[in-house]
Each structure stands twice: as structure tokens, then as C-alpha cells.
């Protein structure tokens, strides 16, 4: 697994909400709570009966899973896979019937986002259980916009939500910052979802400037948008998508945290809270669950490997990864 081993500022001196060194933090699900009594927790066996008691996913086998890996924000685990410009009917057929197959853990909110030209494909056959997004919205209203997509036209065929800012939009396309913010605050009036992908280049990284440009973009989409409710923020370092190149999980880790204090200070606590804040950049099978563990990790969007339904079932599954094996 190659990875960019470019390290930033530690993440403890970053965020507040970190347990101290040698102190077990309480656990309330998949989460630290505050609710647990630390002095009825007097000895690592009632600890454990205690978080046993509260978790709210595990697994059907009567034994008791013994730990869990806290989930700093209180939204559900999401997985979104990005099908980009790949596909056609007969290999959409494929896939839609290997997810229909799939066995897929219940507490994750799981999209995809097919190419416009097979949503409609994807919506009738597709299970319920996974919703639709698109690749991208238009800024406004439908009108003389010859090749755009409105928002009103995806909600208009069962879209869900709507992948936004994404780094090929930005790179290749030419997309700006501010284009993007009034793109996402358009999608949401008309009750789309808004996947919000922010991240930095190989060269940004390496001038130390990961968290200045994803504050950057983050600040765009807060200019623009009313609120935060349907957004889901997807940090996907540019240098890891479709590289091979995935972030370690230590590096996400690092980057979500930034994100979400970011939250806690230019929006609210309650925001930074429930928002997901979900990873992209190589993921696949073999490593989603090691990212799965890292606290602020609510999810991921995946592109490459979203195209093979064994491996996106077991991508999504491994929101079972933030429990520790008994
Ligand atoms: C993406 O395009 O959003 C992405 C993360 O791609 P990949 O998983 O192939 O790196």
C-alpha cells in the first residue's frame, strides 16, 4: 500500500476533544460520552459490561463485544461510491445486481453516484437501500445551459444528493472555490444532499499547506450555504485519488480533526458534531478498515473500487472495524 508520508502539525495540538494520555475514554455506542460515570466504572470488566450495554452496532453472534473505537461525530457512517465517467448498460447491469446481493451492514447510510446517462438505469433496478446521487449540478436554475444537469432535474428523477467540488471538477474542469459554495447552496434549496469534496495537492502538502487550502475551500461552501443539515464533507487528498497512493490512516485522521474543529469554530459546535466528515483517495477493500478505525473517519467516497460490488459491500461493512474484536 503506498502512501505520502508528508506528516502535518500532531493532531492532539489541534483539537480539544482528545482523551489525555493514559485516560480511557467512555464510550456511548460507537462514541465517547460524557453521559457514562467514570466512578462506576471502577475496573476495566465493569468498563466493559458498560459499553457492551450502550453499543448501538454489533454483531448477531450472542458473544459480547468487549471494546469499541469511539466515533467522534454523531452522524451515521456513510459510504458513497463516485462511478465517474465508467460504465455501460450491460456492466451497470452487473454491478446494481452484485449490490442487490450484497449483505450490507444496516447503520450506514450508503449512496452511489452512477453517470447521469444511467440514473435512471440505476434508480428502477437498484435496491432502496442505497440512494442515488449525481456527479454534479448545475449552479442555478435550468435554462440555456447547453450540457449542464439542473438540481431540479436530478430530484426530478430520485437523486438524492449531488457529489460537488470534487477534485476533477476543480483540476481539470476549472471550477473555483466560490462556483462550487454557490453550486452546493443551489443543490440544497431543492432538497439535494450535498457531498462536499474538499482537498489539497501532492505540491500543497509539501509547501505545508494542507490545512490552509482545505480551510480555504471549507470557507467557500460556509459563505455560500444556509445551513449545514444535508452536507457531508468528503476529504480526498488529490495526490491519493485514483493513485493507489491512500492516505495512512494516521494522515486522514489528522485532516478530519482540522476539519471538524474548523466546524466547532467558524460554524458551531453542533455542526462540527453531526456532520460526517468522510475519506477519499484509494480506498478499497484492503484498507478501509484500518481508516474505519481512526475516530473522526464518519465514512468514505470511493471511486475505483466502487465499481466492483464484492468490494464496496466489504468497504461499507467495515464501519464494523470501529469495534475491537472480542
Ligand atoms: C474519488 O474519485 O472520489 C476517489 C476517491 O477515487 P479513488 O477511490 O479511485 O481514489
Same mark, same amino acid.
Given at each position: ?11 492532539? *495540538? ?5 482523551? !489525555?494520555? =493514559?485516560?480511557?475514554? +467512555? ?11 467514570? !466512578? ?34 454523531? =452522524? ?6 463516485? $462511478? ?7 456492466? #451497470? ?44 449540478? $448545475?449552479?442555478?436554475?435550468? =435554462? ?7 438540481? %431540479? *432535474? ?8 449531488? #457529489? +460537488? ?7 481539470? #474542469? ?28 501532492? %505540491? ?23 445551513? $449545514? ?20 490512516? %494516521? ?12 466546524? @466547532?469554530?467558524?460554524?458551531? @459546535? ?14 478499497? !477493500?484492503?484498507?478501509?478498515? %484500518? ?5 473522526? #473517519?464518519?465514512?468514505?467516497?470511493? =471511486? ?16 464494523? @472495524? ?5
Amino acid at each position: 500500500m503506498a502512501m505520502v508520508s508528508t506528516s502535518l502539525t500532531p493532531a492532539s *495540538q489541534l483539537s480539544g476533544h482528545k482523551s !489525555a494520555a =493514559g485516560s480511557p475514554p +467512555l464510550f456511548s455506542g460507537l462514541r465517547r460520552s460524557s453521559k457514562l460515570d467514570s !466512578a462506576s466504572l471502577s475496573t476495566t470488566q465493569s468498563f466493559f459490561q458498560s459499553v457492551n450495554s450502550h453499543i448501538r452496532i454489533c454483531s448477531p453472534s450472542t458473544r459480547p463485544c468487549r471494546g469499541i473505537v469511539a466515533m467522534a461525530g454523531t =452522524g451515521k457512517f456513510f459510504v458513497g461510491g463516485n $462511478w465517474k465517467c465508467n460504465g455501460t448498460k450491460d456492466s #451497470i447491469k452487473q454491478l446494481v445486481s452484485d449490490l442487490n446481493s450484497a449483505t450490507l451492514e444496516p447503520d450506514v447510510d450508503v449512496v452511489v453516484g452512477p453517470p447521469f446517462v444511467y440514473i435512471d438505469q440505476v434508480k428502477s433496478s437498484l435496491t432502496d437501500r442505497i440512494e442515488i446521487a449525481a456527479q454534479n449540478s $448545475w449552479i442555478g436554475k435550468g =435554462g440555456a445551459f447547453t450540457g449542464e444537469i439542473s438540481a %431540479e *432535474q436530478l430530484t426530478d428523477i430520485g437523486c438524492k444528493w449531488v #457529489i +460537488l467540488g470534487h477534485s476533477e471538477r476543480r483540476h481539470v #474542469i476549472g471550477e473555483d472555490d466560490q462556483f462550487i459554495g454557490k453550486k452546493a447552496a443551489y443543490a440544497l434549496g431543492q432538497n439535494l444532499g450535498v457531498i462536499a469534496c474538499i482537498g489539497e495537492l501532492l %505540491e500543497e502538502r509539501e509547501a505545508g499547506k494542507t490545512f490552509e487550502v482545505c480551510f480555504k475551500q471549507l470557507k467557500a461552501y460556509a459563505d455560500a450555504v444556509p445551513s $449545514w443539515d444535508n452536507i457531508v464533507i468528503a476529504y480526498e487528498p488529490v495526490w491519493a485519488i485514483g493513485t493507489g497512493k491512500v492516505a495512512s490512516p %494516521e494522515q486522514a485522521q489528522e485532516v478530519h480533526v482540522a476539519v471538524r474543529d474548523w466546524l @466547532a469554530k467558524n460554524v458551531s @459546535a453542533e455542526v462540527a458534531s453531526k456532520t460526517r466528515i468522510i475519506y477519499g483517495g484509494s480506498v478499497n !477493500a484492503g484498507n478501509s478498515a %484500518e481508516l474505519a478505525k481512526k475516530e473522526d #473517519i464518519d465514512g468514505f467516497l470511493v =471511486g475505483g473500487a466502487s465499481l466492483k460490488g464484492s468490494d464496496f459491500a466489504t468497504i461499507i461493512n467495515s464501519v464494523t @472495524a470501529k469495534k475491537v474484536a472480542a
